[in-house]
């Protein structure tokens, strides 16, 4: 079946680094990508999306383009805050007509200030 | 704004006991999700439903059963709890957007222990 893949389960970063963080994606299919965030305490939020190879989606500074040749969606940004220290998932939309997702494990980013 | 509330917040169940929980939106969203969140495997979808009267099992539906009776609820029935559902439980509602994308907004969460 359909699987996300983020590679790193903690990534921890002073205030103004550059965030990459990775996700690859399988599937049968073309789906569309997703990314959402998580603050402590509260639901995951969708973030940006992207539906066809080579489109970039991006929000709040993070950004992310889709790579039907790589597999991948990873995300970046330019120059972290604290207030970024999240949960960030990876997920992508059922290639098969369900309207549902599948999530990736969640990577966990630190910004120490 | 969307608007997805879950209760309760927090519940303590014990082995062998029946739990639901309850999740009510009011985006008027067609489709409606039930996750449960555990560190080290993330979001995973349990049942989710079309509409009013619909379920269909997600990816991990075993030990659980879903009821949607109206557009706005969506329960989640643990019928016989064990402690290895003692989890995070998400409820999300969503429309689908064109024909390849959508969107879902997520409750707080239900935290449950099962003892």
């Known amino acids: 079946g359909d699987s996300v893949t983020q590679t790193e389960g903690q990534v921890a970063l002073s205030e103004e680094d550059f965030l990459t963080i990775h996700c690859n994606y399988s599937a049968s299919g073309y789906p569309a990508l997703f990314w959402y965030v998580q603050y402590p305490g509260e639901g995951p939020q969708f973030l940006f999306r992207a539906s066809r190879d080579k489109e970039k989606g991006s929000s709040r500074g993070f950004e992310a383009t889709y790579d039907k040749g790589t597999t991948s969606f990873h995300l970046r940004k330019a120059s972290v805050q604290e207030s970024d220290s999240a949960v960030y998932y990876c997920?992508?939309?059922?290639?098969?007509?369900?309207?549902?997702?599948?999530f990736g494990k969640g990577t966990q980013l630190i910004i120490q200030p | 704004e969307a608007a997805v509330t879950q209760s309760p917040r927090n519940k303590v169940a014990v082995t062998g006991g029946k739990v639901t929980l309850s999740c009510n939106q009011t985006?008027?969203?067609?489709?409606m999700y039930w996750y449960r969140q555990d560190t080290g495997h993330g979001l995973r979808l349990i049942h989710y439903?079309?509409?009013?009267?619909?379920?269909e099992k997600g990816d991990i539906p075993d030990g659980y059963k879903a009821s949607r009776p109206s557009q706005e609820n969506f329960s989640l029935i643990l019928e016989l709890a064990t402690p290895s559902q003692t989890s995070v439980y998400f409820c999300?509602?969503?429309?689908?957007?064109?024909?390849?994308?959508?969107?879902?907004?997520f409750g707080p969460g239900t935290r449950l222990t099962v003892l």
């Open positions: 985006n008027n969203h067609n489709n």
């Open positions: 999300a509602s969503g429309n689908r957007l064109g024909s390849s994308s959508y969107e879902q907004y």
């Open positions: 997920a992508l939309g059922d290639t098969e007509g369900a309207d549902r997702l599948t």
């Open positions: 439903s079309y509409g009013a009267g619909s379920t």
